[in-house]
């Protein structure tokens, strides 16, 4: 078999061939010297005036340079996802074109036409197949001889929507591929690639115990922990890798980097009192990020020590150096390091596997060559660095992956949603991180003349003691009896993440279609068919005044980028009045009192916004065209209100900020429960004491033992009030005073009954 593995990234992607007959391994390299990157091609379409497309890949550099509104890059970002959830992300606010919204969806408008983001992607898997169709022909390899199976890499961390919006654009693009015969097309996790790549090279062996991925790409971080295990002994492919557990970050990668040097290339524009605004506003954005792209790689390649970065449109450079660059991309690595470790915390709380116990990481991804990036690694592990190319094993694994062994997990828990009392439910069906594929049976009753049966189908992004948040990814539908009934769903997940829904209303065969006994649908059961949608549910919120008004759950439907930068709002709100009451010192503190008075006087703004819309419309609890037409108007009004942008601008700041001061507060939960537990104990002994040799310990030697258990019992309660307040944080110097009174209440008895023996 011949198989493509393509590496679609979010600014550049990469392909390789394999002949599994052959053992044969080729990376596709495009005929450009001096390409930042390596082997690579920019994920990038050109079109016309009249919003036709011209090109993709490098032939788009400089036709982006003359008509930056004219090409589309950047699209992994938003593929999958509703036009308000496209919108409302600060990081896509540099983007050089204009996404616009039909029904929900987000469009990308180019000259007079408009597409989706499926339909750019399309177009660059179609221009990397044929690009590697003509480089294999000049090294005599006719892949038309043979059907091509092609397996696309995608984020780990996607959703399952955006996973289905990647397999769309697949079979579109096998459609419109010319003179080749494309067979199977199939998806697969960048970390799972990797590590098939790691294990082809000879990287990993049985000897390898756990071993984690750490892909950090231009758009997004992913993170899997995968168990190495021997399953046949001195057999070719002797080990598997068992994913055990993914995390990660959809929206945390390279381009956030390259805003950030954006950003400060802007600002010493600003500066410049002879460069009035409108110059700068009319910035190719897009050229200059690729300028901002190639100063980064030059110098975490180490081709130099200070890059140039041209400004487009100006006769202007600036000089970034190795130091600034550390300076300017230092919040995405600390979001980076942040993201890391809650994916190591879960892994030791669900599974009992320590930090130490992992011997190999694999870093993927252009980014992770940067040393600042290595240096956060090796803060966080002692393990082996496997030595991979970050920017070729994507591709190379997602080419040799089928002739490897491997198991993937579940990225998130997936549920299917019922309603109840006019209300929905989520039954959930499989749990995060189950090994694929699995199939679950469940009794699904129907009342009688119920009809047309709808199964949603949905992810849970969020879940915590007081909310759940999910993710419709679409729905299945059925003709029920007209009588009352329970039938019995098959609900099938595949290792590509695939769901496939059977209803029949017999249990015996629900178990053997679950089995794989019964291969194919017998008469009176139903294969259903997958209408795949985008729409959040909310199905609880802990936010302001929600409760008072039904239509609020609609409104959060229509609207899941602004729940989410609402909830965000309130958390960092709930963060700041934490930390005042904390008590950390007034220097450090700084203006954090008033910028949180802001934030709320900004928050309660919108929510009245909200409120006041909300009240317009009708009461009842069904919700029609007209309603949610209007519905849909309101939420615009709300993302493009002043209130609005100025609380994207304050959020991001003022979480960074506050993170900082938790920096300052947080120590070990054990360590001081142990020091608390200590003065206790110590206490104790010295009460016993005191009654034992009261008669024999000279008077100011107890008084001065009195003094400290006093002082000791002030400290307890403080730490103990401390630890209420924030769990995970204590006062460091209270921390350590009362370390010295305990060592010294310690030090005083044992020396004084020394003496007094």
Same mark, same amino acid.
């Given at each position: 078999?011949?198989?493509?593995?393509?590496?679609?990234?979010?600014?550049?992607?990469?392909?390789?061939?394999f002949?599994?007959?052959?053992?044969?391994?080729?990376?596709?390299?495009?005929?450009?010297?001096?390409?930042?990157?390596g082997?690579?091609?920019?994920?990038?379409v050109?079109?016309?005036?009249?919003?036709?497309?011209?090109?993709?890949?490098w032939?788009?550099?400089?036709?982006g340079?003359?008509?930056?509104?004219?090409v589309?890059?950047?699209?992994?970002?938003?593929?999958?996802k509703p036009?308000?959830?496209a919108i409302?992300?600060?990081?896509?606010?540099n983007?050089?074109?204009?996404?616009?919204?039909?029904?929900?969806?987000a469009?990308v408008?180019?000259?007079?036409?408009?597409?989706?983001a499926?339909?750019?992607?399309?177009?660059?898997?179609?221009?990397?197949?044929?690009?590697?169709?003509?480089?294999?022909?000049?090294?005599?390899?006719?892949?038309?001889k043979?059907?091509?199976?092609?397996?696309?890499?995608?984020?780990?961390?996607?959703?399952?929507?955006?996973?289905?919006?990647?397999?769309?654009?697949?079979?579109?693009?096998?459609?419109?591929?010319?003179?080749?015969e494309?067979?199977?097309?199939?998806?697969?996790?960048?970390?799972v690639?990797?590590?098939?790549?790691?294990?082809?090279?000879?990287?990993?062996?049985?000897?390898?115990?756990?071993?984690?991925?750490?892909d950090?790409?231009a758009?997004?971080?992913d993170?899997?922990?995968?168990?190495?295990q021997?399953?046949?002994?001195?057999?070719e492919?002797?080990?598997?890798?068992?994913?055990?557990?993914?995390g990660?970050?959809a929206m945390?990668?390279?381009?956030?980097?390259?805003?950030?040097i954006?950003?400060?290339?802007?600002?010493?524009?600003?500066?410049?009192?002879?460069?009035?605004?409108d110059?700068?506003?009319n910035?190719?954005?897009r050229?200059?990020?690729?300028?901002?792209?190639?100063?980064?790689?030059?110098?975490?390649?180490?081709?130099?020590?200070?890059?140039?970065?041209?400004?487009?449109?100006?006769?202007?450079?600036?000089?970034?150096?190795?130091?600034?660059?550390?300076?300017?991309?230092?919040p995405?690595?600390r979001?980076c390091?942040?993201?890391?470790?809650?994916?190591?915390?879960?892994?030791e709380?669900?599974?009992?596997?320590?930090?130490?116990?992992?011997?190999?990481?694999?870093?993927?991804?252009?980014?992770?060559?940067m040393?600042?990036?290595?240096r956060?690694?090796?803060?966080?592990? #002692?393990?082996?660095i496997v030595?991979?190319?970050p920017?070729?094993c994507?591709?190379?694994?997602a080419?040799?992956?089928?002739?490897?062994?491997?198991?993937?997990?579940?990225?998130?828990?997936?549920?299917?949603?019922?309603?109840?009392?006019?209300?929905?439910?989520?039954?959930?069906?499989?749990?995060?991180?189950?090994?694929?594929?699995?199939?679950v049976v469940?009794?699904?009753?129907?009342e009688?003349?119920?009809? #047309?049966?709808?199964?949603e189908?949905?992810?849970? %992004?969020?879940?915590?003691?007081?909310?759940?948040?999910?993710?419709?990814?679409?729905?299945?539908e059925f003709?029920a009896?007209?009588?009352?009934?329970?039938?019995?769903i098959?609900?099938?997940?595949?290792?590509?993440?695939?769901?496939?829904?059977?209803?029949t209303s017999?249990?015996?065969?629900?178990?053997d279609?679950s089995q794989?006994?019964?291969?194919?649908?017998q008469?009176?059961?139903?294969?259903?068919?997958?209408?795949?949608d985008?729409?959040p549910c909310?199905?609880?919120?802990?936010?302001k005044?929600?409760?008072?008004?039904?239509?609020?759950?609609?409104f959060?439907?229509?609207?899941?980028?602004?729940?989410?930068?609402?909830?965000?709002?309130?958390?960092?709100?709930?963060?700041?009045?934490?930390?005042?009451?904390?008590?950390?010192?007034?220097?450090?503190?700084?203006?954090?009192l008033?910028?949180?008075?802001?934030?709320?006087?900004i %928050?309660?703004k919108?929510?009245?916004?909200?409120?006041?819309?909300?009240?317009?419309?009708?009461?009842?609890?069904?919700?029609?065209?007209?309603?949610?037409?209007?519905?849909?108007? %309101?939420?615009?009004?709300?993302?493009?209100?002043?209130?609005?942008l100025?609380?994207?601008?304050?959020?991001?700041?003022?979480?960074?900020?506050i993170?900082?001061?938790?920096?300052?507060?947080?120590?070990?939960?054990?360590?001081i429960?142990?020091l608390?537990?200590?003065?206790?104990?110590?206490?104790t002994?010295?009460?016993?004491?005191?009654?034992?040799?009261?008669?024999?310990?000279?008077?100011?030697?107890?008084?001065?033992?009195?003094? %400290?258990?006093?002082?000791?019992?002030r400290?307890?309660?403080?730490?103990e009030?401390?630890?209420e307040?924030?769990?995970?944080?204590?006062?460091?110097?209270?921390y350590?005073?009362?370390?010295?009174?305990?060592?010294?209440?310690?030090?005083?008895?044992?020396?004084?009954?020394?003496?007094?023996?």
């Amino acid at each position: 078999m011949m198989y493509l593995g393509i590496d679609f990234g979010t600014s550049n992607s990469g392909i390789a061939f394999f002949d599994d007959k052959r053992k044969m391994l080729e990376v596709v390299n495009p005929e450009i010297d001096k390409m930042p990157g390596g082997r690579v091609y920019p994920s990038v379409v050109a079109f016309d005036r009249e919003g036709n497309m011209i090109a993709a890949g490098w032939y788009t550099r400089s036709y982006g340079q003359a008509f930056p509104k004219l090409v589309v890059d950047q699209v992994k970002r938003w593929i999958g996802k509703p036009y308000v959830d496209a919108i409302t992300d600060p990081r896509l606010r540099n983007l050089g074109y204009n996404i616009i919204e039909n029904e929900g969806k987000a469009l990308v408008e180019v000259g007079r036409r408009t597409y989706t983001a499926e339909e750019i992607v399309t177009y660059i898997l179609k221009h990397l197949v044929e690009e590697a169709r003509a480089y294999l022909k000049n090294k005599d390899i006719d892949i038309r001889k043979e059907k091509v199976t092609v397996i696309v890499s995608h984020p780990a961390y996607y959703l399952q929507n955006q996973v289905e919006a990647i397999r769309e654009s697949i079979n579109k693009m096998k459609e419109q591929v010319n003179n080749i015969e494309i067979g199977d097309v199939k998806v697969i996790p960048e970390p799972v690639a990797s590590v098939c790549a790691a294990m082809y090279w000879g990287k990993l062996s049985k000897n390898d115990r756990y071993v984690i991925v750490i892909d950090e790409g231009a758009g997004t971080l992913d993170t899997m922990l995968v168990d190495m295990q021997q399953v046949n002994p001195g057999e070719e492919k002797e080990i598997e890798a068992r994913g055990i557990t993914i995390g990660g970050h959809a929206m945390l990668g390279g381009s956030n980097m390259d805003n950030y040097i954006v950003e400060w290339v802007l600002d010493e524009l600003r500066k410049d009192e002879n460069i009035n605004r409108d110059e700068i506003m009319n910035i190719n954005i897009r050229e200059l990020r690729i300028e901002a792209e190639s100063a980064k790689i030059d110098i975490s390649e180490g081709r130099t020590k200070v890059a140039q970065i041209k400004v487009p449109g100006f006769a202007r450079y600036f000089e970034l150096s190795e130091s600034l660059l550390d300076s300017l991309v230092s919040p995405v690595i600390r979001d980076c390091k942040k993201t890391i470790l809650e994916s190591l915390e879960e892994i030791e709380k669900n599974y009992k596997i320590q930090r130490g116990e992992i011997t190999k990481v694999i870093l993927v991804g252009g980014p992770t060559r940067m040393k600042n990036f290595r240096r956060m690694v090796n803060d966080i592990f #002692k393990a082996e660095i496997v030595d991979i190319n970050p920017m070729e094993c994507v591709a190379v694994g997602a080419s040799v992956s089928p002739d490897m062994r491997y198991k993937v997990p579940a990225d998130r828990t997936y549920g299917l949603l019922k309603k109840e009392d006019k209300s929905e439910m989520l039954i959930e069906v499989v749990q995060k991180d189950t090994p694929l594929p699995k199939s679950v049976v469940l009794p699904w009753k129907v009342e009688a003349f119920e009809g #047309k049966i709808p199964i949603e189908v949905a992810q849970v %992004l969020e879940k915590d003691n007081t909310e759940m948040v999910c993710m419709k990814m679409g729905k299945y539908e059925f003709a029920a009896s007209p009588f009352e009934k329970t039938y019995f769903i098959v609900f099938n997940l595949d290792e590509e993440r695939k769901v496939e829904v059977i209803v029949t209303s017999s249990k015996n065969r629900a178990e053997d279609y679950s089995q794989g006994i019964i291969k194919e649908i017998q008469r009176g059961d139903f294969r259903l068919e997958f209408i795949r949608d985008i729409v959040p549910c909310v199905l609880r919120t802990t936010l302001k005044d929600t409760d008072q008004n039904p239509l609020w759950e609609v409104f959060f439907k229509n609207a899941p980028g602004l729940y989410t930068k609402l909830k965000a709002t309130d958390k960092i709100v709930k963060d700041c009045n934490r930390i005042i009451e904390f008590g950390i010192e007034e220097s450090l503190l700084k203006n954090l009192l008033q910028e949180k008075t802001d934030l709320e006087n900004i %928050l309660d703004k919108i929510m009245q916004d909200i409120n006041s819309g909300l009240e317009q419309m009708p009461k009842d609890e069904t919700v029609n065209k007209e309603t949610d037409k209007v519905m849909k108007q %309101l939420v615009d009004n709300i993302v493009r209100s002043d209130e609005f942008l100025k609380l994207s601008i304050k959020l991001d700041p003022l979480e960074r900020r506050i993170d900082e001061l938790k920096d300052y507060m947080v120590y070990d939960k054990n360590k001081i429960r142990t020091l608390i537990n200590k003065i206790s104990d110590k206490k104790t002994e010295a009460s016993v004491k005191m009654q034992t040799f009261k008669k024999i310990l000279p008077e100011n030697t107890i008084k001065e033992i009195e003094n %400290l258990l006093d002082e000791l019992d002030r400290i307890q309660i403080f730490l103990e009030n401390k630890n209420e307040i924030m769990v995970n944080s204590v006062d460091g110097e209270m921390y350590r005073e009362g370390e010295r009174k305990e060592q010294t209440l310690k030090s005083i008895i044992d020396q004084r009954l020394v003496q007094d023996k």
